[in-house]
């Protein structure tokens, strides 16, 4: 059992359906003082309302923009703050189901959604949701961007508003060809550039925020997110923002007026009054605070705990703390940048593949509890895991491997020289565990092959702009899908200009008849297979290297919080998490 010395919390049983919830410097500081006691208190009657979940991430946001920060620290501090129009079940996290969307029929041969949103929605400024809101999301990301972000390109802005053939004249438009058509205040005709099998799946990831937040005036857009202030961070979700310390703590609580209800047994949501995310960015002391209770969910993201974390878990709090094993569909990948020399060069790339040793990277990252990757998600009719044992790149032992990368790369005129190296390249490396395991990996590995990795560790938001403005050779990732299924998840990579400079007609082609077939039919499978071949005989964007599993800990008085590692949607993994009374 947990009780809070900071916060005093008052807990009373669910009563039936009202509509009510919510989805928050740089000094450091610990965890508020928890005494756990040695054994949780159970609740009598299920759900009950009341009660702080004290959470723990690794490292601050870069930013809080809910449309232009990728990282996925703000995903998980933000997403209790926001709805989107579609979003994963909360009772079911591989699926999509409607959020903000009431209702919706699909017209005009599979291009135009006629979409009704539920009424009284409230912002958490007191604004009521209308599909103006709606309208000016989508016009400011693909038309209307803050000064410093250049427009979208890819494969979601392709479907969007026909890029790289983008009329915003029309986009914006009352009544446009390709984009929302506002009916009356809750109901919209969005027109797409063609039919899609995964369109709400594209879009789960995007946050609805209110007009007069995201557009200062007419001519004005403001990057909402870029102030950390209640006025800037405005939402419909269940918590709103309260306050966020940098290098401290993020906060949430409650908000009363939220719409959405238990789909269960119709309770307002949410159960939680609030959630505190600590900065802790040292793994021990972080999994030192979820021990003694603390923080009571380990951070959920990426690596939320080691596999050896786990079982002490496991063997030293029975009863009193649960781990979660989900597959998690993190990658570990390595970035090219395509217009820098010699990465421009589909053999130099290639030559990087052949010679890294996924077993190795798969131990580092994640003791030995991964799948083998290509670029596309680990979803049939995608390859992954064994069915890439025989592959170039993924083959044991590495002999034959390596004797290819040499070969391609003294081909290419990159020989080794009197200094032992045949390139010796910068490696940005963001100042997380995660990133700089990788990165120390992929530096033992390369100079197997002679190439010298000068890694060059650098805040969070440096790497950031390093990476949105393309300067780098070289750049570790680890990305994880969102997806239901492998279409979606490879144009997430590229929905928002994020393929580092690879866009090939061959690519969209087949991603654009992929995306237009029916899920589960013959053309869907032919063109899912065609793409990922030519997605590796490019090396288009990264070399792939494993799918990495990693375990959840939570302690057992936080009940229905799922995990959720296929999808990082913390925001429906709030909505119906609750406390044992008294905890």
């Known amino acids: 059992a947990c009780s809070s010395s900071e916060e005093a919390t008052t807990t009373t049983t669910a009563p039936a359906a009202t509509a009510t919830t919510a989805a928050g410097s740089t000094t450091t500081t610990a965890a508020p003082e928890v005494t756990a006691t040695e054994e949780a208190v159970v609740a009598d009657t299920g759900p009950v309302y009341g009660g702080i979940l004290y959470a723990a991430m690794e490292n601050d946001a870069p930013g809080m923009s809910p449309m232009y920060d990728s990282s996925i620290t703000r995903a998980y501090m933000w997403w209790p703050m926001y709805n989107r129009l579609w979003a994963a079940d909360p009772l079911d996290m591989s699926q999509n189901v409607n959020d903000l969307v009431k209702e919706y029929t699909i017209t005009n041969g599979g291009k135009t959604y006629n979409i009704t949103l539920h009424e009284g929605v409230k912002f958490h400024n007191g604004e009521t949701l209308t599909a103006d809101d709606v309208k000016a999301r989508y016009e400011i990301q693909e038309c209307d961007l803050p000064e410093g972000r250049s427009a979208p390109k890819g494969t979601t802005s392709k479907l969007l508003t026909g890029y790289p053939d983008r009329d915003c004249d029309d986009f914006k438009s009352a009544s446009p060809k390709l984009g929302i058509k506002i009916v009356d205040d809750t109901h919209i005709e969005w027109t797409l550039n063609r039919p899609s099998n995964s369109f709400t799946d594209y879009i789960y990831q995007h946050a609805v925020s209110p007009r007069s937040v995201l557009q200062k005036d007419d001519a004005t857009p403001n990057m909402s997110g870029k102030e950390d202030t209640p006025e800037d961070n405005v939402g419909t979700g269940p918590f709103k923002y309260v306050e966020y310390q940098r290098g401290s703590v993020f906060k949430v609580e409650k908000f009363e007026d939220y719409w959405g209800t238990d789909p269960r047994n119709g309770n307002a949501l949410p159960y939680l009054d609030g959630i505190h995310t600590y900065v802790i960015p040292d793994a021990s002391t972080r999994f030192a605070a979820f021990r003694n209770g603390n923080v009571e969910i380990t951070q959920d993201n990426f690596r939320p705990i080691t596999f050896s974390q786990a079982r002490v878990i496991e063997d030293e709090m029975e009863g009193k703390a649960t781990v979660k094993y989900d597959f998690g569909a993190t990658n570990a990948f390595m970035a090219y940048n395509h217009v820098r020399t010699p990465w421009d060069d589909v053999n130099m790339r290639t030559a990087l593949h052949l010679a890294l040793d996924r077993d190795d990277i798969c131990e580092v990252l994640a003791e030995g509890n991964c799948v083998y990757a290509t670029h596309m998600p680990p979803f049939l009719p995608s390859r992954f895991g064994d069915a890439l044992n025989d592959e ?17 790369m003294d081909a290419a005129g990159y020989t080794v020289g009197a200094d032992g190296n045949r390139l010796s390249v ?8 995660r990133y700089q395991d990788l990165a120390l990996v992929l530096q033992d590995q390369l100079k197997k092959v002679n190439v010298e990795l000068r890694l060059n560790p650098m805040e969070l938001g ?11 050779d070289l750049l570790p990732i680890t990305g994880v899908t969102s997806t239901l299924h492998p279409m979606q998840g490879h144009a997430g990579y590229w929905q928002a200009g994020n393929g580092y400079n690879c866009e090939y007609d061959e690519r969209d082609t087949l991603q654009e008849a992929a995306d237009s077939a029916a899920l589960g039919s013959t053309e869907y499978t032919t063109n899912i297979v065609a793409l990922e071949k030519s997605l590796m005989d490019y090396m288009c964007a990264y070399t792939p290297t494993v799918w990495l599993d990693y375990p959840l800990g939570v302690w057992n008085h936080i009940n229905d919080y799922p995990a959720h590692k296929i999808r990082y949607d913390t925001g429906p993994a709030t909505h119906l998490a609750w406390k044992d009374a008294g905890t």
């Open 462 to 472: 440096a790497f950031d702009r390093r990476r949105r403005s393309r300067d780098f």
């Open 426 to 433: 910068e490696l940005p490396v963001r100042p997380t565990s």
């Open 392 to 408: 170039p790149g993924y083959r044991q032992p590495k002999t034959e491997d390596i004797a290819a990368a040499e070969a391609l």
